[in-house]
């Protein structure tokens, strides 16, 4: 989506309100404040909305790691802004360097021709985006993705279709058995038996020279490089949170579609199965024993109406969830299934409670629109964003990319903020100012403790769990091997999604951060995944999906920090933070509601807009009203 801006220039010199930051939260509270009524600027010295919840296409995700990966520590220092500050104010300085994202790191297992020119199909313009990994020693290893520039070139504006690997491998042996058929009718048995000798070693090659034809290679990946669509940050949306009855409510929804997650899968002993939620699931599932189907049922009939019967919970309160489910007589199977699968909380930190209300939750939104609880938005995450700056911009709201603040106008005497310096050395006044946390200063967070959130994000040739349908979105829970580890979310997107070419697979890895993103997450990437290699490919045996393409970094999780721990904030001045590392969409709700009812406390955060049909023009009064005022001189 794409939406007008207007240039510094022609920039009205006051608003209601400015939101500095396009993530979700940010978003949301500004078309709250457009729809209320509010002059809102948005702005965002990025070129892309979203911030960290943005989306990008390939060739974008490869310019957003070389961004990263450079040495970006020199900031050229503008001075045009000090000459507007007056003796009664001061500046509050914002940051000009994003600090959020840390430890990226690259890899390449597809083949790839070091000598080859690589395309994008349906590119608009040129982009040279060059990948390495982040430490020099793994760059060197041949698996690692290599340092050469990549060239990203305009071709036709229409986008070939990519067919399927797996129809000409499909076709072949048909046709090979209908030419040996006619061979047996026209010769002896014994120049036939040759023939059959001959014919099966030529099919045999035939096969090995169609696999590999049907290799994925890195030039492939390029070539279609549009049609993915790669999240920073992995989420789903449970089918009655937050955000689900605000985008029926506001009527947002009409500006993305959703598709419902397929499955929820397990890991256990090795082996990933399928878990069953609904209660069709739980009885077709041959996995369970009779009596097991039975406990489950009870168990999650009870999760249902908990707070119904304190006297079965109350007693377990201090205890944590996995303990509190050891003791209602469920089989260790069903007690991993409802821990990590259900309610997918944390074995060691999560009480009683929290995992009752998890469990209820889960259960509660089953059924809406399928199968499972969650729903996945096509085109990623990163759509959702900007379905909420397209209904800022209908009610008025102006939005700016490429467009940074250089600092915050504070008025001595009051202690309010009262204006903004841009770029431009343009000063531009208002009411009420949200920032996104990632663009204060290292001085203004000099007291905050931030958190981290481990994240990977793999293209892989094939499903973890392989059904009849090829076109499964699945999520999977992890738990840590070791005490101090957390739990490792995974989400696995097909190609419906368009998220991903036709062929492959978009898996999104996410843990709370223990260590560096790579050394939290690739134990778990090699109990799923091997690496693409020549050696594998040839085995036709191989069970574990192969991975192409492979990303690891570090991105910031600042929903924990209270507003107190910023340095001399003005009371104006609102704070709204990053991703989270829940699954959910929950937090960014809260954060928008809570934050318009304080600058708006009497008005209905995002209410429906009016319907077309209900607005009645009275178009004879207007046509008098024209030709009176057409008659004046």
């Not at 099919?203 to 994925?216: F, G, P, V």
Request: glycine residues 4%.
């Amino acid at each position: 989506m794409t939406f007008p801006v207007k240039m510094a220039d022609s920039l009205p010199s006051e608003f209601d309100v400015i939101v500095i930051g396009t993530g979700l939260p940010e978003s949301i509270f500004a078309a709250a404040c457009s729809r209320s009524g509010q002059r809102v600027l948005h702005v965002d010295s990025r070129s892309y909305y979203g911030g960290n919840w943005a989306s990008f296409s390939f060739s974008g995700l490869l310019s957003w790691i070389k961004e990263y990966q450079e040495n970006n520590d020199i900031v050229i220092e503008s001075s045009i802004w000090k000459e507007q500050i007056l003796e009664n104010e001061e500046a509050i300085v914002l940051s000009r360097k994003n600090r959020t994202i840390q430890n990226v790191e690259v890899f390449c297992y597809a083949s790839q021709n070091l000598h080859e020119d690589i395309e994008e199909t349906g590119a608009l313009q040129k982009n040279h985006a060059s990948v390495t990994s982040a430490n020099s020693t793994e760059a060197a290893d041949p698996n690692c993705l290599s340092t050469e520039e990549v060239s990203l070139s305009p071709l036709n504006s229409e986008v070939t279709a990519y067919q399927t690997p797996n129809s000409d491998t499909e076709v072949a042996p048909e046709v090979n058995d209908a030419e040996v058929t006619g061979k047996k009718e026209s010769h002896s048995d014994d120049k036939t038996s040759e023939e059959e000798t001959s014919k099966n070693k030529s099919t045999a090659e035939d096969s090995t020279e169609q696999l590999k034809k049907n290799r994925i290679a890195y030039s492939q990946i390029i070539k279609e490089g549009r049609r993915f669509n790669i999240d920073l940050v992995s989420k789903l949306l449970y089918s009655r949170g937050l955000l689900i009855d605000l985008l029926i409510k506001s009527n947002v929804s009409r500006y993305a579609e959703f598709k419902n997650i397929t499955r929820i899968l397990s890991f256990r002993e090795g082996r990933v199965e399928q878990v069953p939620c609904s209660r069709a699931d739980v009885f077709n599932n041959r996995h369970l024993t009779v009596i097991e189907k039975r406990m489950l049922m009870k168990f999650l009939t009870f999760c249902m109406e908990y707070e119904e019967h304190p006297d079965e919970y109350k007693a377990y309160e201090t205890i944590t969830f996995s303990e509190f489910l050891k003791t209602q007589k469920l089989t260790p199977n069903l007690q991993y299934f409802v821990l990590h699968s259900i309610a997918m909380t944390s074995e060691t930190t999560s009480s009683t409670i929290d995992g009752l209300k998890a469990t209820k939750n889960f259960l509660h939104c089953l059924g809406r629109y399928g199968n499972t609880p969650f729903l996945f938005p096509l085109y990623g995450q990163g759509e959702l964003p900007q379905c909420f700056c397209r209904m800022c911009a209908v009610f008025g709201g102006i939005y700016c990319l490429r467009h940074s603040i250089q600092c915050l106008v504070v008025d001595k005497e009051s202690g309010k903020c009262k204006a903004v310096i841009d770029q431009f050395g343009q000063r531009i006044n208002s009411k009420h100012f949200l920032v996104e946390d990632s663009y204060f200063s290292e001085n203004t967070c000099s007291l905050v403790q931030y958190r981290q959130i481990s994240r990977a994000v793999l293209i892989t040739d094939r499903s973890v769990l392989k059904t009849n349908s090829e076109q499964q979105i699945s999520i999977l829970t992890v738990p840590g091997e070791e005490p101090e580890t957390f739990a490792v979310r995974v989400i696995e997107l097909c190609s419906s999604t368009m998220t991903c070419m036709k062929g492959t697979y978009l898996v999104h890895l996410t843990c709370t951060s223990f260590k560096t993103a790579r050394e939290d997450l690739e134990p778990v990437v090699q109990k799923l995944f091997i690496p693409y290699t020549e050696m594998e490919i040839e085995n036709e045996e191989v069970e574990k999906p192969r991975i192409l393409w492979a990303l690891y970094f570090n991105m910031r999780d600042s929903s924990k920090v209270s507003r107190n721990c910023y340095n001399d904030l003005p009371p104006n001045v609102y704070v709204c933070s990053g991703p989270d590392c829940g699954l959910g969409n929950d937090n960014a709700v809260k954060q928008a509601e809570t934050l318009f009812q304080q600058i708006c406390p009497n008005e209905d955060f995002c209410p429906p807009p009016p319907n077309p049909e209900d607005i009645v023009l009275d178009e004879e009064s207007s046509q008098s009203e024209a030709s009176e005022s057409s008659a004046i001189p």
